[in-house]
Every structure is written in structure tokens, then in C-alpha cells.
């Protein structure tokens, strides 16, 4: 008996790909595209995401939350993952916030409405920390957006100095 085994082509390969092999492959791949795209956006705060990413164990901080949060790693992340946000979010094929962020400097304005549902299906971990401890995250997230909004429309901090987040549709529990 002899078995005859076809070598398999790099397409057939892609398609084999199971589970964790395919996170893998398009978490790289993803990681790689927003680099790209923060570089051309002059956002890329050249810190080493991975690095990061290792220290950050999104489902166990490490001692009491709110001292986490304040840890210059754990405030990269929140930043990265904000701007990320903001930059690609997007609803039936629109980009959501790089709309939103438009509309504001084009009317003059100060305020940025992010929907709390929107953040919590791309970032549950940081949703959370924003209903948890709004003091703590939103001065993040408002630095983020200045900087978002500045890149996208130069010398916009002439008009504002700064941007505020606000967050609509938090859920609260009595």
C-alpha cells in the first residue's frame, strides 16, 4: 500500500487555519494595518505595544483598580485603545467618531459624544473602567480626542484648548 500525499499550497494552508492559528495570524495582521494607519495619522505613540499588551492582564489587575489605572502602562493602553476607537469605529460601513469629530470642529464645538454601548462591544475592559471610575478614565480619553481632533483639523486648539468626552448612554444602577 503506498499513500500519496499532495503538498499543500499557501492558500490551502490559510484555509486550514483552526482556532487560535487564525486569531493569531489576524490579530498580527490587524496590529500591523493599524500601525500603518496611526503612523500616516501621525498618531503612533512609539511605545512598544507588545510589551504593554504582556504587562496588561485585562482580567486581573494587579492590586486595587484605581492605582492600576493610574500606572503609566495601564494609561498607554487606555490612550491606544481609545484612539483606536475613535479612529475605526465604524457602523454600517461609516466611521462613527471620525464623523462625530468633523462635525464638532466644524461647528466650533468642545464636546465629544461617545455612545457607551459602541466602546463596550470593541472594549468591554475599558468600558467597564469608565463606568466604574469616570474621574480616573475620561481625562485619558479626553487628551485622546484632543490630540484626534488636532491631527484631523491642524490648529484647532487655537479655537479650543481642549476637547471634553462625554459619555451617552451609561448604564446606571440604583
Known amino acids: 500500500i503506498f499513500f500519496f500525499f499532495k ?3 499557501a492558500y490551502e494552508m490559510l484555509r486550514s487555519l483552526v482556532g487560535s492559528e487564525m486569531c493569531i495570524r489576524d490579530r ?5 494595518r493599524q500601525r500603518e494607519q496611526f503612523q500616516e495619522l501621525g498618531l503612533d505613540d512609539g511605545e512598544d505595544e507588545q510589551d504593554d499588551e504582556k504587562y496588561l ?11 492600576w489605572i493610574k ?5 498607554r493602553w487606555i490612550r491606544r485603545h481609545f484612539r483606536r476607537f475613535l479612529i475605526n469605529f465604524a457602523d454600517n460601513g461609516k466611521l462613527v467618531y471620525e464623523n462625530r469629530i468633523n462635525e464638532m470642529c466644524a461647528a466650533n464645538k468642545q464636546s465629544l459624544e461617545i455612545t457607551f454601548i459602541h466602546i463596550s462591544k470593541v472594549n468591554p475592559t475599558l468600558a467597564v473602567w469608565i463606568a466604574d ?3 480616573l478614565t475620561i481625562p485619558y480619553l479626553n487628551t485622546v480626542a484632543n490630540e484626534v481632533a488636532n491631527q484631523y483639523f491642524p490648529g484647532y486648539e487655537n479655537i479650543h484648548s481642549e476637547i471634553y468626552v462625554k459619555i451617552r448612554d451609561l448604564p446606571i444602577e440604583d
Request: glycine content about 4%; overall charge positive; hydrophobic content about 35%.
Open 7 to 9: 503538498q499543500k499550497t
Open 133 to 135: 471610575f469616570p474621574a
Open 28 to 32: 498580527a495582521l490587524r496590529r500591523d
Open 57 to 67: 492582564d485585562l482580567e486581573e489587575a494587579r492590586g486595587k483598580l484605581p492605582m
Open 71 to 75: 500606572e503609566p502602562r495601564t494609561i
